[in-house]
């Protein structure tokens, strides 16, 4: 093409851009599964000219905890126009419940044919939405500044991916456009924090038909430490004074036999706030809680159990000031397709958390997810379409134009 006004008009292709996203929902990929999801936009980009050398995986999955069967793809493009470099980005992985999604469309959503699975819309719809921009920029040979797109592994188990990037393979980009929500209009400029706890009981081993009161009960002293945070307001939400939060016990595990008094037994839980002190704080509540109920629970001979407690950081919270260039940038663009930019925090994570953590101040957009994580979760097509002429205005740096 010939000018950079005649570039400024291009549009997105609706029908493209929908077969995309449907091609791409359909294809399995949970976390620490992303190979087939990452060959097939890869050989997606290479189908469209994109040189093998700018298309590079990182090494997150061989630092990751679980494993993984390929690390985050990342693909730099150098600029045909001066500017600072853009980062867009979405994450690869879905929920365990997508395996198996064949989605159909009716009227205005597209949603999962088997009510028993979920779609798979969080986040193939943001992974189509910079693959559209990137396939569009090179179909029609579009003008853009330095761009670099991240397609991120294994989000959905706690932003490890993002936590594990190789971060010297971006090109130091200056803003950078993570799609990873529901409505375009969306700009969120952070997100909660989130530490993990890991509590092990130790208790004493009995027979409990014959002798129970020589045991001391690992479940006893969970079940006492759980009522004593529910009781006194530190599990769930979490309101005290001006501070906010939320905690849980997600998962429990100890005993074998029910002729047995439980001797062992483990738990994981979460704390999350805005504020890490408050965070922190959390922790310490529920550290005091389980050992306070170890001391409380002896058997017959006086004998206690005993509680470790492991807390680590899952991703700490930010908060981008308005004022920051990637989120006047993210307004401009949406402002640009007639919508109204609503400045959002979240109170989950994203990957944007590790993003910003990095160095890279991060927005997260949405891309017309509805109901993740659900076997209802469907996938708004007006919101998608939107999110895609967003991404695209952003990749091409015509948002003011």
């Known amino acids: 093409m010939s000018n950079h006004s005649t570039e400024t008009a291009i549009k997105v292709n609706s029908k493209k851009a929908l077969q995309l996203v449907t091609e791409l929902m359909a294809i399995p990929g949970k ?3 992303e190979a087939l999801i990452a060959a097939e936009i890869k050989s997606r980009l290479l189908k469209a000219g994109l040189s093998e050398t700018m298309i590079q995986f990182d090494s997150a999955h061989k ?4 494993g993984g069967q390929t690390g985050n793809m990342i693909v730099k493009l150098p600029g045909t126009m001066r500017g600072p470099r853009r980062l867009l980005m979405a994450h690869m992985d879905t929920v365990p419940l997508c395996e198996g999604a064949k989605p159909v469309k009716k009227g205005d959503l597209i949603h999962s044919k088997s009510e028993l699975t979920a779609l798979g819309a969080d986040d193939r719809s943001g992974c189509s939405v910079i693959l559209n921009a990137l396939l569009t920029i090179l179909e029609h040979n579009l003008p853009h500044p330095p761009l670099s797109f991240c397609w991120m592994v294994q989000e959905e188990i706690g932003l490890v991916g993002v936590r594990l990037l190789t971060t010297s393979k971006l090109g130091k980009p200056r803003m950078c456009f993570n799609w990873d929500g529901k409505l375009s209009d969306m700009v969120c400029i952070g997100a909660t924090g989130d530490s993990g706890m890991l509590i092990q009981i130790q208790g004493i081993a009995s027979h409990a038909g014959a002798h129970p009161e020589c045991g001391v009960s690992a479940a006893v002293i969970a079940s006492r430490a759980i009522d004593d ?12 004074g001006k501070n906010t939060g939320s905690s849980n016990v997600g998962v429990i595990e100890g005993g074998a036999a029910t002729n047995v008094v439980m001797p062992e037994l483990t738990i994981k839980a ?5 504020n890490p002190r408050f965070r922190q704080k959390i922790l310490d509540e529920f550290k005091k ?15 206690q159990g005993s509680v470790s407690f492991e807390s680590y ?4 919270s930010f908060r981008l000031p308005e004022q920051e260039p990637a989120v006047q ?3 401009l663009a949406i402002e640009k397709q007639g919508g109204q930019p609503e400045l959002t925090i979240a109170n989950g994570g994203l990957d944007a958390n590790w993003m910003t953590a990095h160095g890279f101040p991060t927005v997260t957009l949405g891309c017309g997810q509805q109901d993740i994580h659900t076997t209802s979760e469907t996938l708004m097509i007006d919101e998608y379409l939107k999110a895609c002429q967003i991404g695209l205005l952003l990749a091409t740096a015509t948002e003011s134009a």
């Open 31 to 33: 976390s620490g599964e």
């Open 63 to 66: 630092k990751s905890p679980i």
């Open 229 to 240: 945070l529910y009781t006194n307001g530190w599990h769930g939400l979490v309101i005290k």
């Open 270 to 274: 979460e704390a999350r706030s805005h």
């Open 289 to 303: 809680a389980f050992l306070k109920a170890a001391k409380s629970v002896k058997n017959s001979e006086g004998k």
């Open 313 to 316: 950081l899952k991703y700490d």
């Open 329 to 331: 940038t993210a307004r």
